[in-house]
C-alpha cells in the first residue's frame, strides 16, 4: 500500500490520530512539521539558545534530531544527567547521544547525580513496605498497628 501523503513510496508506518499511511521519509517530515509548529508556539524562533534535557531515550533522539532540523541559527544545548541508577544512563550510552548530538551541531553538557542520592533514588521504585492497620476494626480485632 502507498504512503497516503505523497503516493509514491510504500507505506511503512500507521498514524493513528490521523489514519494516514505513511512511508519513512513523510512520516519523518510530518514529526518534524510539529515539532516546528509547537516550537513557533512557543517563541523559540526568537530564542538565541535552548536547553533541550535528554536521556537518551528515543524521545530524546527524535525531538533533538527534529529541533536540529527545525531551529537552524538557534543554539541548541542538551544536558543529560547520569543518574546512577544501575543499568540505566550508562556511560556507552551517554557517549552515544553525545556523537548523536554532535553530528547535529548540539553542544551535550554532562551532569551527575551523588551515589547518595542514587542510592536513595532506587528506592522510589520498590512498593512501600505495607503497616500493620490501625483501623478501628483492625483493633478491635486484635490488631497492634505496628509494623
Keep these: 500500500m502507498n504512503c497516503d501523503v505523497c503516493k509514491v513510496r510504500e507505506a511503512e508506518v500507521f498514524h493513528p490520530?490521523?489514519?494516514?499511511?505513511?512511508?519513512?521519509?513523510?512520516?519523518?517530515?510530518?514529526?518534524?512539521?510539529?515539532?516546528?509548529?509547537e516550537a513557533e508556539r512557543q517563541g523559540l524562533f526568537k530564542a538565541r539558545k535552548v536547553l533541550l534535557a535528554v536521556s537518551g531515550g528515543k524521545d530524546s533522539y527524535v525531538l533533538a534530531d527534529a529541533l536540529a532540523e527545525v531551529l537552524k541559527g538557534v543554539k541548541l544545548i542538551a544536558y543529560n544527567i547520569t543518574e546512577g541508577i544501575s543499568g540505566y544512563n550508562r556511560e556507552e550510552h551517554v557517549a552515544k547521544l553525545e556523537g548523536f548530538l554532535r553530528e547535529r551541531g548540539i553542544e551535550l553538557l554532562k551532569g551527575s547525580s551523588s551515589p547518595k542520592w542514587a542510592t536513595r533514588s532506587t528506592r522510589w521504585f520498590r512498593p512501600p513496605k505495607r503497616r500493620a492497620s490501625t483501623s478501628p476494626h483492625a483493633r478491635s480485632a486484635g490488631a497492634s498497628g505496628g509494623s
Excluded: A, P, Y
Excluded at 519513512?24 to 516546528?36: A, G, H, L, P, T
Design 17 to 37: 490520530h490521523t489514519g494516514r499511511r505513511l512511508c519513512k521519509e513523510c512520516f519523518i517530515n510530518d514529526v518534524r512539521e510539529r515539532v516546528r509548529q
